[in-house]
């Protein structure tokens, strides 16, 4: 064994070690990190030609988009909050006034209208004997289950809180240094890669083609079901129709529930002041149109752009979803598209077009 072999055995056996250590360092912040990295992306473009504004100052340009990105996330946030505190003083006011005109005592009628499950909704709201309760029982009893729930689950509560707060900082934090740094970070890393120049063009001209495409497919397919949402919105007479528009587009990337954080309270409020016919119809224009416009037209326009089949590109996105939660649907197409490329350059590398004879020596000729 001569000394430049165990040089070399010693020194990668360190530099495995020393990656293991700062992988178990760096693994809680790797979704933050990699949400920064997707958003980076999308808007490099943008950094840019705020950086050309700013005369060349990169890190100017990097705390604008970053300070940008935190009133994105927060005035909504602000705003929603103020509205729910509204509407939910408006709703207990109505609420209170629907009890106190008998509308506990209509509900079993009520709910009887509705197909196939009306009248065991109806026995089942007899068996509650909704004539002997009161106002102040129901207001009562639903504090004080709602009092057990809070103080039941306020410790998760907080702490998945105090985890989304601290990984939307970091996320922020990287965010501003890649927007500064990022260039400079991905020319050393590009020049680590043990690969000829054409691969490594190939693999990261891929990357970002299929990034740029599952954004692209996530955003038309929100715009999408947002708008055929609207419509039925609209047509069905209900209250603020662009804004529950707008909402719809922005819950519509959700993976678990999407659209139908907003479809299905409406159809509930369409069923609660007796429209049952138009709640059915939003209930099944939701189910069979909007929801169902997801599972079809993100796949086919993320596949169409880069040439993955539909098939293997849903069941990506799925296995993408179960392994890694919402990051899923950027991870699995991510994962096949590079399989498919590394795929392409073991062919071109290390296979011959079948049938094709080796070429000739230029002695034999």
Do not use: C
């Not at 500064?180 to 690969?195: E, F, H, V």
């Amino acid at each position: 064994m001569t000394r430049q072999y165990l040089f070399s055995i010693v020194f990668f056996a360190l530099l495995g070690l020393l990656l293991y250590q700062m992988g178990l360092i760096l693994q809680p912040f790797v979704f933050p990190a990699v949400w920064a990295a997707l958003l980076a992306h999308g808007t490099f473009p943008l950094h840019e030609r705020l950086s050309k504004v700013f005369g060349g100052n990169h890190t100017l340009s990097a705390a604008v988009l970053t300070l940008g990105a935190l009133g994105v996330v927060v005035a909504p946030l602000v705003l929603i909050g103020v509205l729910l505190v509204h509407e939910a003083g408006v709703a207990e006011e109505a609420i209170r006034a629907w009890v106190e005109e008998g509308g506990l005592q209509r509900l079993p009628g009520q709910v009887a209208t509705i197909p196939i499950i009306g009248q065991w909704l109806r026995a089942m709201l007899t068996n509650l004997d909704l004539q002997r309760l009161s106002l102040e029982q129901s207001v009562v009893a639903g504090v004080a289950a709602v009092s057990r729930f809070l103080v039941g689950r306020m410790g998760d509560v907080l702490k998945n809180a105090v985890m989304l707060v601290t990984d939307f900082f970091i996320m922020l934090l990287v965010l501003f240094f890649l927007f500064r740094d990022g260039r400079t970070w991905l020319a050393s890393l590009y020049q680590l890669i043990p690969m000829d120049e054409s691969h490594k063009q190939m693999i990261l001209a891929r990357l970002d083609q299929t990034i740029r495409a599952v954004i692209k497919g996530i955003l038309l397919t929100a715009v999408v079901q947002g708008s055929l949402a609207g419509l039925a919105y609209l047509v069905l007479g209900i209250p603020l129709p662009v804004v529950l528009t707008v909402l719809t587009m922005l819950l519509a990337p959700i993976p678990v529930g999407g659209t139908a954080l907003v479809w299905g309270p409406v159809a509930l409020y369409l069923l609660w002041v007796g429209e049952t016919g138009k709640a059915l119809m939003m209930l099944g224009w939701g189910v069979g149109v909007v929801s169902m416009v997801d599972h079809f037209l993100r796949p086919w326009l993320i596949g169409q752009q880069v040439q993955i089949p539909v098939l293997l590109l849903v069941l990506s996105v799925l296995g993408g979803l179960a392994l890694y939660g919402v990051l899923g649907i950027f991870v699995g197409p991510v994962l096949v598209s590079l399989l498919l490329t590394a795929v392409q350059i073991y062919r071109e590398e290390y296979q011959t077009p079948e049938g094709s004879a080796p070429p000739a020596s230029p002695a034999s000729s």
